[in-house]
Nanobody, 119 residues
Framework: QVQLVESGGGLVQPGGSLRLSCAASTSIASINLMDWYRQAPGMQRELVATFTSGDSTNYVDSVKGRFTISRDNAKNTVYLQMNSLKPEDTAVYYC?????????????WGQGTQVTVSS
């Protein structure tokens, strides 16, 4: 069982920045996948940023060059630095962890944190 707690959301003006944090209840070094999703009103949840093999990262096209996913293994925390925010980035952002155990994947989600980009 992995518990995830997000923080750092809020209201920001277009062009501003926010940093989201996702604190895990267990060592993130033991978690196979950690990534950030978001869901805007009336839209499907979409994958925003993820770690691929090793420390490689991947992003949805709409955030490339503006968002950065990072992690601090010592703090069991994953971050999402969001710069040059746009109104279309407004959504609830969710941290996700995927654990492969005995050939079965287990998915864990945080409660979500609201990000609103508006003037």
């Amino acid at each position: 069982q992995v518990q995830l707690v997000e923080s750092g959301g809020g209201l920001v003006q277009p062009g501003g920045s926010l940093r989201l944090s996702c604190a895990a209840s267990t060592s993130i070094a033991s978690i196979n996948l950690m990534d950030w999703y978001r869901q805007a009103p009336g839209m499907q949840r979409e994958l925003v940023a993820t770690f691929t093999s090793g420390d490689s990262t991947n992003y949805v096209d709409s955030v490339k060059g503006r968002f950065t996913i990072s992690r601090d293994n010592a703090k069991n925390t994953v971050y999402l630095q969001m710069n040059s925010l746009k109104p279309e980035d407004t959504a609830v952002y969710y941290c996700h962890a995927g654990v492969l155990y005995r050939a079965r994947w287990y998915s864990y989600w945080g409660q979500g944190t609201q990000v609103t980009v508006s003037s």
